[in-house]
Structure formats: C-alpha cells, structure tokens
C-alpha cells in the first residue's frame, strides 16, 4: 500500500523546521497514485529531512479510511515518523472563522471545515504545510508557508 515510501524518510534527527503533513499527500504515496505518489514522496522526504513532519487527528482520521485496523494505520504512520499534535483550540477558532468566509464567499458545505482545521493548525503553529491543495490554504491562509507542487 505504499507504506515503504513513508518508512524511507525516517532516520535523521528533527531540526526546528515542523512540516504539518495533509492528508492528500499520505493518501497519494498510499494509493500509489500514478500522477502524484512520486511527488508526494520527495516532497515528504524532503520535508522530514528538514526537520519533523507532524499530523493531527484530522490527518489520522482522514487517512485512517485506507486501512481495516488502527494497528495497520499505526504501522504505516509511525509515532517515531510522525509527531502527533492535537489540534490548538486557537487553531479551531481560526479554522471557524476561515469557513464562515468561504461560505460567505458562495462556498459549497462539500468543502469541510477539515481542510480549514488543517490548514488553521499549521497557521497557528507556524509550520509550514506540505500539501496538493495550495489555492485554498493560500486564500483563506496567506502568512502559511506551502509546500506544493509549483511553489
């Protein structure tokens, strides 16, 4: 399921840069997607070369859909790969404010207030977010530094 590509960025010591980690990028090395699992997989390396790659339970539970156990996720996402941060209650008020303006903006209720979690957590933290999806996380989070494709 391609969870030798996450194994193969263990192994350096974390410096201070935090990377938060979206779910589409897991899901792409997970999937193996044709187009993307490549890029993912640098960019991930890359990232946790750099410094510590964290997730949050939204990542986890988003992610958690590709696997039948919690033993099967924990392996491909391991504790020593992979800090574990709840999400800042700040990082919530943010999240909140940032999808009361989308919709404000005609968004549609497909876009969940997830994505806007994830992003507002990396805001409040000052990580940078490695990520597919960097038009929404720049409009409604401009100071957030990106990791994307063509950034």
């Known amino acids: 399921m391609g969870s030798e590509r996450i194994r193969a960025v263990a192994g350096r010591v974390p410096e201070t840069v935090a990377t938060l980690v979206d779910t589409n990028v897991l899901l792409d090395i997970f999937t193996e997607d044709p187009h993307w699992a490549d890029w993912s997989a640098e960019a991930l390396a890359s990232a946790r070369d750099e410094g510590v790659l964290v997730i949050n339970p939204i990542v986890y539970a988003e992610v958690s859909v590709r696997f039948d156990g919690v033993e099967e996720l924990d392996a491909a996402l391991p504790a020593t790969d992979f ?25 549609s209720k497909r876009s969940p207030i997830a994505d806007f979690s994830i992003g507002a957590h990396a805001a409040v933290c000052r990580y940078r977010l ?10 409604y989070f401009p100071t957030l530094e990106l990791i994307a494709p063509g950034e």
């Open 130 to 139: 490695l990520t597919r999806d960097s038009s929404r996380y720049r409009s």
């Open 83 to 107: 800090l574990r941060e709840d999400l800042p209650y700040p990082a919530g008020f943010l999240a909140g404010k940032a999808y009361a303006r989308y919709r404000r903006q005609g968004g």
